[in-house]
């Protein structure tokens, strides 16, 4: 199915004990390009997330964020240091007797001595956290990935009225072709006519010349090629997927197409024409660079 580049996701994941918040949000790119900003107690679920979308994402550039609140209370905890608090005792009572000096140290004192208590973050249950967070990218992206085809339809549709704009085009650079050839022909013609009057001229002379010019402004290879070139593109739009690159190559060998048409073109009519067919192409170009 048919995807565009730009998207926008988001999913928020609540309970008692922590709120998960995933934003995406895209737009063109050549390559795939993944940024994750999330909060450094998370850092070690990068890569494990980078994974996960890359399963959903071909092209673009990507920027996610991810933020994390935790609301429980009982996540930290309060370590003593017994060893250091004896040490920091038996070093007071040696100097209570060196210098012959009251130790009046309480309990509330030593307990402000550097390190006898500290607090420590209980570790983490991360299989747990993973299912939350992993659930949390999961809906993001699949929201995502919905705006994308929404906005790829929305593409597709305005490439295939573009393309038919394209054909009717190339059917009156088709028709008139013959009739300059004809038109060329009768000119010849009168002017032979006007030069020699009733004198006889060969007609085979007249036959090779208008075959000459005949050949010269034949364009029938370029919109046979140029109607093959819409169909294989209408194919590739309703047929497949991730073929941004694809639709911009044939893209490429349309204009390609065009530039001869409008390079051999020796009539003002087909060379508007040609010039309103290199102007649909490059809007259909335009187009294609949004999708993935």
């Given amino acids: 199915m048919l995807k565009s580049m ?3 996701g988001r ?3 609540a309970n008692e004990d922590r709120k998960i918040t995933v934003e995406m949000k895209s737009v063109n790119h050549r390559y795939c390009d993944i940024s994750i900003k999330l909060p450094k107690k998370l850092s070690f679920y990068e890569a494990a997330i980078r994974n996960l979308l890359k399963q959903s994402i071909g092209r673009g550039k990507v920027d996610v964020y991810i933020t994390y609140e935790d609301y429980t209370e009982n996540n930290i905890c309060v370590k003593y240091n017994a060893e250091l608090a004896r040490a920091y005792y038996n070093n007071l009572e040696k100097m209570s007797k060196e210098f012959a000096i009251e130790n009046d140290i309480r309990v509330s004192s030593l ?10 973050e209980q570790a983490i249950d991360e299989e747990k956290l993973w299912s939350i967070i992993e659930e949390a990218v999961s809906k993001a992206t699949k929201q995502f990935i919905e705006a994308r085809i929404s906005e790829g339809e929305n593409l597709k549709r305005d490439i295939l009225a573009k393309l038919n704009v394209m054909l009717e085009l190339i059917d009156y650079i088709e028709m008139r072709s013959p009739e300059i050839v004809t038109e060329y022909r009768n000119k010849l013609m009168a002017k032979v006519n006007e030069l020699l009057g009733d004198t006889k001229i060969d007609e ?3 036959a090779t010349e208008v075959t000459i010019y005949a050949d010269k402004i034949c364009v029938d290879e370029e919109t046979v090629r140029l109607k ?3 169909k294989n593109m209408k194919e590739t739009l309703i047929e497949s997927d991730n073929v941004g690159r694809k639709l911009d190559f044939i893209a490429q060998e349309m204009n390609r197409e ?8 020796n009539d003002l009519a087909v060379t508007n024409k040609a010039i309103d067919l290199k102007t ?6 335009e187009q294609i660079q949004n999708i993935e």
């Fill in 6 to 8: 730009t998207g926008f």
């Fill in 11 to 13: 999913c928020e994941i």
């Fill in 111 to 120: 307990s402000r001595y550097p390190e006898v208590f500290t607090l420590e």
């Fill in 204 to 206: 085979s002379i007249l």
């Fill in 228 to 230: 093959s070139h819409i």
């Fill in 258 to 265: 065009a530039n001869t048409i409008l390079s051999k073109a």
């Fill in 280 to 285: 649909e192409i490059e809007k259909v170009r």
